[in-house]
């Protein structure tokens, strides 16, 4: 097998187990299962990664830091408003769980199965949150001295913000359970939650 096509195989195990993990978890996945929807023997799957606890730390890795880096990653936007470039990072989280919406059901059960897996993601993650922390937190402690935002610890912004983006998308599957939403209704509730979560934040700052 040459590179090219190890590449490609490597990527599609991946794409598929990454695909049934966020469907179905990790107990309910197997590499067989793996497998046969990549088209390919467990075999190579174990060749790649060796077990199927390898893979799922892979993907769950990949997710754990996009939900993170979602959170900050847009901040660095130049010389607006403080309370504009947090309207920016809450709508920019908010859409990539829109856009991933089985990540927070994914990260909670992972953790729930294995508390050990906070210590080993700290240590391998440090840097991102200790980094994009940093000049957030210059902003925020600036305008709290300019008396522009009431006293509160960018701890207490950061989960409060989480906490109301990813409700939504952990409770939707029983909400479309209890109410018989149509596509368009859906939709609609997503986008007034979006505005709603952002004016509740912006509304908690006020001094």
């Given at each position: ?6 590449q ?63 959170v ?33 059901t ?19 993650l ?10 957030l ?5 600036t305008e709290?001295?300019?008396?522009r ?38 939709e ?20």
């Amino acid at each position: 097998m040459d590179i090219k096509n190890e590449q490609t195989t490597e990527q599609v195990i991946l794409e598929v187990a990454e695909r049934l993990f966020l469907e179905k978890g990790f107990a309910l996945t197997s590499t067989t299962e793996i497998a046969k929807e990549v088209g390919c023997n467990q075999a190579l799957i174990h060749y790649y990664f060796r077990t199927k606890e390898n893979l799922f730390n892979v993907i769950f890795e990949k997710k754990f830091k996009m939900f993170f880096q979602g959170v900050f990653e847009k901040q660095n936007m130049g010389n607006i408003q403080f309370t504009d470039k947090l309207k920016f990072v809450i709508e920019s989280h908010f859409d990539l769980l829109k856009n991933n919406p089985r990540i927070p059901t994914l990260i909670l059960n992972e953790l729930s199965r294995q508390p050990e897996q906070i210590k080993i993601l700290r240590e391998k993650l440090h840097e991102i949150p200790e980094q994009l922390f940093a000049e957030l937190n210059t902003e925020l402690q600036t305008e709290i001295a300019n008396g522009r935002i009431r006293n509160i610890s960018l701890i207490d912004l950061v989960t409060s913000m989480i906490s109301l983006n990813v409700a939504l998308f952990v409770m939707m599957p029983v909400v479309e359970k209890i109410l018989p939403l149509s596509e368009t209704q859906k939709e609609q509730m997503i986008a007034h939650r979006r505005l709603e979560n952002v004016e509740f934040i912006l509304k908690s700052l006020r001094p």
